[in-house]
């Protein structure tokens, strides 16, 4: 059985908030928990495809096919999104984070305009606002498309009674399932520091990826061990895109840190080299960019 990319290692790689719309209100979400989405929204750029497209292109011609993190809000709700994912595919590879909301009609006229070689779907099942009878449906229409979708579920307190069955269920059917480390406040306590060790485990044992990654979000995500002072190519061969077009870093330096620059800038770049990182905890997946963690066949 091959590999497929979008489990592969990338340069370079950008997470891109492409807008703060979103139809949902998920209870775990930072933008709800921060009541931030009207805030947030204030920023996002509607612009038709080929603005984007164009933007896109100069950090193809300055550093080479990227891998694109589509993030948002809900990216499938963007105006013209279909349009849109078709041009950047053209230049990059897309992995697609989506609630899977969309009608299954107009799921499947987007997903049409896109090769399964260019674009990738990352399911977040939410069962706050969907049943697993209709999200099931789509993965299964995607998956008659060609396309080989994964799902992605957070650890929500009140979600870990069902993550096994869940995981069992969407497994079962073919489907890769990996989890998300919910970190916020529910119930008066601040996860991920509140887990019980029976907890703990669960969440552990739903880490995916190869043994040394696992260790690693173990290590970064579950025992927020601290990040100050290693070198991280965050900056070098990864950026973190704004829905506005500046360029972060990474998601830490989005709160309050001047930007490397703007997408729409002509002379935007990343870092020539890793540079060490300012924050003790690393909140985002982002610790992967650790220069002790680069794989050595990956160019630096």
């Given amino acids: 059985m091959t590999r497929e990319w979008w489990l592969d290692e990338h340069v370079p790689t950008f997470t891109w908030d492409l807008w703060y719309g979103c139809n949902y209100r998920c209870s775990y979400c930072w933008w709800e928990m921060e009541d931030l989405w009207e805030e947030l929204a204030k920023t996002h750029r509607i612009l038709p495809p080929e603005d984007w497209a164009a933007a896109w292109g100069r950090v193809r011609e300055r550093h080479g096919e990227a891998r694109i993190d589509v993030l948002g809000g809900e990216p499938l709700a963007y105006p013209r999104a279909g349009e849109l994912f078709e041009a950047l595919s053209k230049q990059h590879r897309l992995v697609i984070t989506t609630n899977l909301s969309l009608e299954p009609e107009k799921l499947e006229d987007l997903a049409r305009r896109l090769s399964p070689e260019r674009a990738h779907f990352s ?17 299964v229409l995607l998956r008659g498309l060609g396309f080989s979708p994964a799902v992605l579920f957070v650890t929500w307190p009140p979600f870990l009674p069902r993550l096994a069955q869940f995981r069992d269920a969407f497994q079962e059917a073919g489907f890769p399932f990996s ?9 008066g306590w601040r996860y991920p520091d509140a887990y019980t060790p029976r907890e703990r485990a669960l969440i552990e044992g739903e880490i995916g990826g190869e043994p040394a990654r696992k260790e690693a ?20 061969v990864y950026a973190n895109v704004k829905a506005d077009g500046r360029v972060f870093r990474c998601g830490q330096d989005a709160f309050g840190q001047k930007p490397l620059g703007n997408l729409f800038d002509a002379d935007f770049r990343l870092h020539d080299a890793p540079q060490p990182c300012p924050y003790e905890r690393c909140s985002c997946l982002e610790f992967k960019y650790l220069d002790e963690l680069r794989a050595p066949e990956v160019p630096r």
């Fill in 123 to 139: 399911a977040s099942f939410h069962p706050e606002f969907t049943s697993f009878d209709e999200f099931m449906k789509k993965l």
């Fill in 179 to 187: 989890t998300m480390v919910f970190q916020g406040e529910h119930d």
């Fill in 217 to 236: 979000e173990r290590e970064y995500r579950l025992d927020a061990r601290s990040t100050l002072g290693l070198l991280c190519h965050a900056g070098h």
